[in-house]
């Protein structure tokens, strides 16, 4: 935004001197009263990927209480090696001995005795952790991961593990004896946790595409992908079985199932098997090709990841000191001001922005708390900051996105200049433009250029379609792609699944208050014995604060990838799942989640390095100390608290987009303010999402709060893309669009219910549809099974019914 004027927007002398100077350094000094949401602070250099890098990924799988087991699973391993192979290493032995003693492993996996069981599943374990005390660094434990894995897959381990987590969900005694405890710890959830622990391991491992994998890895990954996302096992996808999980976990059937691992597991298998942003991008870019549509304008993903974060407007307390500084200085030979100048002080810079802060105050219970600005400031100041001259050009050239347009656009633009001009409408005809003027001529012309026909909206025409006619509308094709199975998987119990992720998500999200009736999600992180020391509760409070936080990166990621993939698949699917998410209120529950300082969840330095896996075993552990608790990591940003904000964010704009009444819970739920306090986190990809969803409602704040939010409305204009014809930024015909929420939900879920009953409810079809038999021989000629108490009873059956009843031949014929 060039000189400090966020989009070019006019200003008078006396409004650019209130403008902040980069050379002075005179930018939000304090970040918490920042009147338009935006701070100063430096960009944040975040790449927003399916998942974080491999390692990390890997040791938020395990929580820190979970440390003493590492040595565990070695010494069983260890008994269980030494028991059948020499005093070899495992690193020295060959592949046929590493497969033969993989083999044993999984044998031994089938006894009864359940100690004997566990021991081995430990055993296997190690093994998927790369048999660390044989290796000296961290990469070659990832490397013998890689190997041990891809062994363990071929010889048929998850199969066998599958099984092993049926029986354990299905263990009634293990449920009914944790219901009675009056506390959870780890120790009731050791079998399911080595369980899920070797089955996330392989998941996350073999989806990791590296170039140096053998040719017959590479095979095994792709029979692996297919594997996982059918119905093999137990007649359902592993994701199904997973949602199963979590419901069961939520009804308070099952307290004591470690719900981290759970979700981790299911993230990684849906996103294994269905694909994550790359793949949904050529999904599309394929399925356009098929349809006959136009290419995309651009690829977003690299749209997003070539923009820079919206540079940051004044506030108010930098305004008021400005003009304090001013006055001290005496500075009053300036040219008396214009009456205009004199109005316009008072308009956008000034009262209204400290009004609008106390506003945000006034909306938000927990907002973060007003400040008074003291009269002399000058010693606390912070020396400038010298900034090189080329952070002053702050954007390309141009806008980041192609305008679109959709046909129902040029449609109500030609309606309204019939009426207008001729008197009279054509309906939904967009050629004819007879009788009207040049000027609307080139309009069109434009708009048709911009036209963007979705490929939701073929969808949405095929679907009416078969609803008009059924019998002659021909068999719909269906794709038995890896979405359409999980759909159809899920479809049965799809609303108590959403129900479930949201209860699971309100009990992990930092702004939740402990409640009685909310659900326990720490029974897999807290230990057996409470910490005695302080130290040992510095520990476990960072455990506990991490251990919400993956949750949160989990459920967000699940929900986007779902959302995503099913909208691509079909468009009701998506407004089945996302109608479900409305009505179980996912849309305050993201709001509430945003209703903190974010800045600082962002910034939450939750994680203890030294105790993440690989590390902690290949290494010698320092003396932890308080003081080193404290000081956290020097990362600036905690990747996976941005990561699960940028999701949420996505989350509420889909299930907001093109939904007047979900955009009005927006409004009503007074999401202006708190979604202005997510701009101050200086990263490209959450401004535009937060922006995209300010833009949606900015008509309905009214004129003041425009007014005040010129900084905002300036960076909605450079970076959301821009639908022609779209009046968001003056809001014109607001009284002739009544919120009618009911109306419109009902009528999508009319939809939803054909679309569900004809494609997947095959029991239930219409009767008039079915065909009819005609032909009297054909009919005659089937044979019909008739009860056995009828057959014995046939001689009365014909005496009664026949026989004993009079006949009117004459009648019958006539």
Request: aromatic fraction near 8%.
């Amino acid at each position: 935004m060039d000189g400090g004027n966020g989009g070019g927007l006019p200003v008078n002398n006396k409004q650019r001197a209130m403008l902040p100077n980069k050379s002075r350094g005179e930018f939000t000094r304090n970040p918490r009263k920042d009147s338009e949401g935006l701070s100063e602070s430096p960009d944040l250099e975040f790449d927003y990927a399916d998942t974080d890098k491999w390692a990390a990924e890997l040791s938020e799988l395990y929580s820190y209480t979970e440390g003493p087991e590492f040595a565990l699973n070695r010494k069983c391993f260890e008994e269980e090696f030494k028991t059948h192979v020499s005093d070899k290493k495992w690193t020295e032995l060959d592949a046929a001995q590493h497969r033969a003693h993989a083999m044993r492993l999984l044998d031994s996996l089938e006894v009864i005795a359940r100690e004997k069981r566990l021991k081995v599943a430990r055993a296997i374990l190690y093994m998927a952790q790369g048999t660390f005390a044989e290796c000296s660094s961290e990469a070659e434990v990832q490397h013998w991961m890689r190997y041990n894995i891809f062994l363990l897959l071929d010889v048929g381990t998850f199969s066998a593990l599958v099984e092993l987590l049926n029986m354990e969900i299905d263990n009634s005694a293990a449920c009914s004896s944790a219901v009675r405890k009056p506390a959870i710890s780890l120790a009731d959830s050791t079998d399911l946790r080595v369980l899920l622990n070797i089955m996330y391991l392989m998941v996350e491992t073999i989806q990791q595409d590296d170039p140096a994998d053998r040719p017959e890895w590479k095979i095994i990954r792709e029979t692996f992908r297919a594997e996982l996302g059918s119905p093999l096992f137990n007649n359902e996808p592993i994701s199904v079985m997973l949602f199963g999980m979590v419901t069961k976990f939520c009804s308070g059937h099952a307290p004591h199932f470690p719900m981290k691992k759970v979700l981790l597991l299911l993230w990684k298998s849906i996103l294994f098997t269905l694909g994550g942003f790359e793949q949904l991008q050529s999904i599309k870019v394929r399925k356009r090709e098929e349809l006959g549509l136009p290419p995309l304008p651009e690829d977003s993903i690299r749209v997003i990841r070539s923009m820079r974060a919206a540079s940051p407007p004044a506030s108010a307390s930098d305004l008021i000191e400005q003009q304090q500084k001013r006055a001290r200085r005496e500075h009053k030979a300036l040219i008396k001001q214009d009456n205009l100048d004199a109005f316009n002080e008072k308009d956008p810079y000034k009262a209204d922005d400290s009004r609008e802060d106390e506003d945000d105050n006034d909306d938000n219970d927990n907002s973060i708390e007003a400040e008074t600005f003291p009269l002399e400031r000058d010693e606390v100041m912070p020396p400038p900051i010298p900034h090189p001259p080329s952070e002053r050009v702050s954007f390309p050239k141009g806008l980041p996105w192609a305008p679109k347009v959709r046909e129902k656009d040029i449609e109500n633009f030609l309606e309204s200049s019939r009426s207008k001009f001729i008197g009279y409408t054509l309906g939904s005809d967009t050629d004819t433009v007879v009788g009207l003027p040049r000027p609307i001529h080139e309009s069109i012309k434009t708009l048709k250029q911009h036209k963007y026909v979705s490929i939701a909206e073929i969808q949405i025409t095929k679907e009416e379609e078969f609803q008009k006619t059924p019998l002659s509308g021909g068999e719909e094709e269906v794709e038995m792609c890896a979405t359409e199975l999980l759909y159809q998987g899920i479809l049965p119990s799809l609303p108590q699944y959403m129900i479930a992720l949201l209860k699971i998500l309100l009990a992990a999200a930092p702004t939740s208050k402990a409640k009685t009736d909310s659900i326990n999600i720490l029974a897999d992180v807290l230990p057996e014995e409470m910490p005695t020391t302080v130290l040992q509760s510095m520990k476990l409070g960072v455990d506990v604060n991490r251990h919400k936080e993956i949750i949160v990166k989990a459920i967000s990621a699940i929900l986007l990838l779902l959302l995503k993939h099913f909208k691509l698949n079909h468009i009701y699917q998506f407004e089945y799942m996302a109608q479900h998410l409305v009505f179980a209120n996912c849309i305050p529950l993201i709001l509430k989640f945003f209703n903190q300082n974010i800045m600082s969840y962002i910034t939450a330095k939750n994680s203890i390095s030294v105790l993440d896996f690989p590390y902690c075993v290949v290494h010698e552990l320092p003396e932890l100390t308080a003081e080193s608790l404290e000081a956290g990591d020097n990362n600036q940003f905690c990747w996976r608290n941005l990561f699960s904000c940028i999701n949420l964010l996505r989350i509420l704009n889909k299930l907001t987009k093109w939904k007047h009444s979900r955009t009005m819970m927006l409004v009503v739920f007074k999401s202006a303010p708190i979604l202005k306090r997510a701009l101050k986190v200086k990263q490209a990809m959450m401004q535009l999402y937060v922006l995209k969803l300010l833009k949606v409602q900015t008509k309905y704040l009214g004129r003041q709060w425009r007014k005040s939010n010129m900084k905002t409305m300036s960076a909605i204009y450079q970076k959301v893309r821009h639908r022609l014809n779209d009046d968001w930024a003056y809001g014109n015909d607001l009284d002739a669009r009544p919120w009618d929420f009911q109306a419109e939900e009902c009528a999508l879920r009319t939809n939803i219910e054909r679309f569900n009953s004809r494609r997947y409810d095959k029991s239930h079809s219409n009767p008039d549809f079915l065909p009819v038999d005609n032909c009297l021989q054909s009919v005659l000629g089937q044979r019909v099974d008739l009860p056995e108490d009828f057959q014995m009873n046939y001689d009365l059956w014909l005496e009664r019914e026949v026989f004993s009843k009079p006949i009117s031949w004459e009648e019958l014929l006539q």
